[in-house]
Each structure stands twice: as structure tokens, then as C-alpha cells.
């Protein structure tokens, strides 16, 4: 009895084994170890690591540090990214770009830049100076006139706008006797009246005050406009 027990044993030993043999090695799943972070349902969300190759609690400590300012419990990782340990893939730490390259310049180099040592060149002794070629192309600038003569125009529309309106005056008569016509009963008539009316105008809104006012900044800014022209006719000399 015993020997028929041990006898059918070992034949569905031996039947179990040829059936995991005829499976073949790669048919049997990789089972993940109890305890690990790896699983057969692949990694999970937010498991990947963060954007900034910096996982939590993976970096080291600054410490042992004198004074004060010293942080504690402060990982290294955030003190300098490129140390975390192996960062997910298309993730690389945080640095400074680049630097660009420089383009070459667009202008010439006619040779080294220096400051004269000699005297200067007072130019040709019939020329002008600086001044005085200033002073020539200021009273001959026909731009520049023309430009001038709106300041006055300015000055004139300040003082249109200010002015308050004209009074009214008119006179009137009714019923005047022309020679040789005299009222009768037939022709009836009444006593010659005389109208005199003067209507003076009240600016209840205040208009006078706000043209004025926007007059007064347009001569303001007409000015303005009139140096900063003096003073690119100046530039355009001292560059020629």
C-alpha cells in the first residue's frame, strides 16, 4: 500500500515538472519584490520624479556649518541641482543657458582706437569754429524759421482763447412818423417807441478758463518741439 502511494507521488512529481518545462522560461511573469517600488502595473502617476530632477528626501543635508545663516535641514539637491541622483529621462537640472555668440559688428574697423597725443588741428585758418558754425546754421535754417514762427502763433492763440465774448448792443424803433405820415383814425397808430437792449454773455461752464488752459499747453509743447529740433541741428553738426 505505502509503495503504491509513493509510486503515484512521484509520478505526478515527475508530470508537474514536465509541464513547467514544456511552458518555457519566458512564459512565467517577473514577479516584483514584496516591499520594492516597482510593480507589473507599470510606475504610477506623479511616481516619475519631479520637473526638477529633484526627488523628495533624496539629497543629502547642509549642516555643521558656523553661525546662524546657516539653513538646517536643507537638501543639497536644492542648492545645486545638477547633484541630484540619476534624473529621469528628458529631465536635466536647472543651469544657466548658454552663453550666445557675439555677431561681428556691421561697422568697420578702420584701425586701433586711440586718444591724439599731438596737438589739435585747428583746421584752416580762414574756417570757423565750432560756435560759430553753430550760430550760422541756426540763423540760416529755413526749417528751423519756419519753426520758430509757430511760438508766436501759439502766444496769439492763448491770448484768443482768453478773451471773453463781446457784449451786444442793438437799438431799435417802432412805430416812427415818416415826414408828411401822421396817424389817424383811419390810419390808426400809437406813440413812437424807442428800444435800446445791451446783453452781456455770463460763462457759467467756464469754457474761457479751459481754453485757455489747453492753449497755454500747446505753446508749452510747440516749445519743446522747437529745442528738441535746435538740438538735433547741434548733433548733426558736432557728427559732421
Do not use: C, H
Request: proline share 11%; hydrophobic share 35%.
Amino acid at each position: 500500500m505505502q509503495r503504491s502511494l509513493v509510486v503515484v507521488l512521484a509520478v505526478w512529481v515527475v508530470a508537474v515538472a514536465g509541464r513547467a518545462q514544456a511552458q518555457g522560461p519566458g512564459t512565467t511573469p517577473e514577479l516584483p519584490e514584496i516591499g520594492g517600488s516597482t510593480s507589473i502595473m507599470g510606475n504610477a502617476p506623479g511616481s516619475g520624479g519631479g520637473s526638477f530632477s529633484n526627488l523628495p528626501g533624496t539629497g543629502g543635508f547642509l549642516g555643521g556649518r558656523a553661525g546662524v545663516s546657516a539653513p538646517r535641514s536643507v537638501p543639497t539637491s536644492v542648492v545645486n541641482p545638477a547633484s541630484a541622483p540619476s534624473p529621469t529621462a528628458l529631465q536635466m537640472a536647472i543651469s544657466a543657458p548658454p552663453p550666445a555668440p557675439i555677431s561681428p559688428s556691421a561697422a568697420p574697423l578702420v584701425g586701433p582706437l586711440e586718444l591724439p597725443s599731438g596737438p589739435e588741428d585747428d583746421g584752416p585758418p580762414d574756417g570757423l569754429t565750432l560756435d560759430q558754425a553753430i550760430d550760422i546754421t541756426l540763423e540760416r535754417s529755413r526749417d528751423l524759421r519756419a519753426k520758430y514762427y509757430e511760438i508766436p502763433q501759439a502766444k496769439a492763440d492763448i491770448l484768443q482763447a482768453s478773451l471773453r465774448a463781446n457784449p451786444v448792443f442793438y437799438q431799435d424803433g417802432q412805430l416812427v412818423p415818416y415826414p408828411g405820415y401822421r396817424f389817424s383814425r383811419t390810419v390808426p397808430g400809437g406813440p413812437t417807441q424807442y428800444d435800446t437792449n445791451i446783453t452781456f454773455l455770463l460763462d457759467v461752464t467756464r469754457q474761457r478758463q479751459a481754453r485757455t488752459a489747453v492753449a497755454v499747453r500747446a505753446e508749452k509743447v510747440l516749445e519743446a518741439q522747437y529745442q528738441e529740433a535746435v538740438r538735433q541741428r547741434i548733433d548733426d553738426i558736432y557728427d559732421a
